[in-house]
């Protein structure tokens, strides 16, 4: 004879979604919390120069065009 256990539906839910927070909590830990290489920073005068470049390139190609 066979015993059927069965939980009721409302601890299965809550198992399965603690088991998806740890999932991605360990998927957050493991791809998103750090930057992979933190020594290759940036310095803020080359983000800016970069930024106004690339701001004033298509104006600069289209005064050319005329």
């Known amino acids: 004879m ?3 256990k069965h939980i009721p ?3 299965e839910i809550t ?3 603690l088991i998806k927070v740890a999932l991605l909590f360990v998927i957050w830990k493991s791809f998103f919390s750090e930057p992979v290489a933190r ?3 940036v310095p803020e005068p080359m983000i800016a120069e ?3 470049n690339a701001a004033s390139a298509p104006a600069s ?3 050319d065009d005329l």
Do not use: E
């Open 2 to 4: 066979r015993i059927a």
């Open 9 to 11: 539906l409302w601890q």
């Open 15 to 17: 198992i399965v979604l």
């Open 39 to 41: 020594h290759m920073l």
């Open 50 to 52: 970069r930024f106004m």
């Open 61 to 63: 190609l289209y005064k």
